[in-house]
């Protein structure tokens, strides 16, 4: 299986910050990588797939980059809103789909 | 709007069965696969299974296989997780969701999920 590892596990930020989540794959995943959002009690949020392509209804603040092993979340002009745990998905070669250990954003 | 409702968690006894239901809507269920994954604070999110739209593939992680079957009645709209002989590895939050299956294809929508709680 596919072991995705990413860093930091936590970081505290401020608003307006910008922030930079990374996923490393423990092969290379071409540009399957996505990106989901969770909040405390409510449903993980698809953000970004395919290493870049937004989802439809993200805000543009949120952006992906990355092929191969090694990608990166950027969240720019950080908001309230976006205080949350974040994780990374590989989808190259599934099943299983395996994901990262998260990273929580908190002030 | 897409919604994904899970239902039937609860506490159960080791070695028990249970059953999960995902009632979904907004969206034609009978287009998609859809999946089941579970969360826990120690191992964080793990897949657990997937199912075709007409039934015809299902996959399991390998953890509990011969232990869970998938299922899914495109005419009510439902998925399904039947979970048997259940440890307390099994402990864990399980998500529906809606995507995945051939084609690198993420998961789409989630659930809020049911809690499963395996212990005496």
């Known amino acids: 299986d596919i072991q995705m590892t990413q860093s930091p596990s936590s970081l505290s930020a401020s608003v307006g910050d910008r922030v930079t989540i990374t996923c490393r794959a423990s092969q290379s995943i071409s540009k399957y990588l996505n990106w989901y959002q969770q909040k405390p009690g409510k449903a993980l949020k698809l953000l970004i797939y395919?290493?870049?392509t937004l989802q439809r209804g993200v805000p543009s603040r949120f952006s992906g980059s990355g092929s191969g092993t090694d990608f990166t979340l950027i969240i720019s002009n950080l908001q309230p809103d976006d205080f949350a745990t974040y994780y990374c998905?590989?989808?190259?070669?599934?099943?299983?789909?395996?994901f990262g250990q998260g990273t929580k954003v908190d002030i | 709007e897409v919604q994904l409702v899970e239902s039937g968690g609860g506490l159960v006894q080791p070695g028990g069965s249970l059953r999960l239901s995902c009632a979904a809507s907004g969206f034609t269920f009978s287009k998609y696969w859809m999946n089941w994954v579970r969360q826990t604070p120690g191992k964080g999110l793990e897949w657990v299974a997937s199912i075709k739209q007409d039934g015809s593939e299902k996959f399991f992680m390998d953890s509990v296989k011969g232990r869970i079957t998938i299922s899914r009645d495109n005419a009510k709209n439902s998925l399904y997780l039947q979970l048997n002989s259940l440890r307390a590895e099994d402990t864990a939050t399980y998500y529906c969701?809606?995507?995945?299956?051939?084609?690198?294809?993420?998961?789409?929508?989630w659930g809020q999920g049911s809690l499963v709680t395996v212990s005496s």
């Open positions: 395919a290493a870049s």
């Open positions: 998905q590989q989808s190259y070669n599934a099943p299983p789909w395996t």
């Open positions: 969701a809606t995507g995945g299956g051939w084609g690198s294809t993420p998961f789409d929508y």
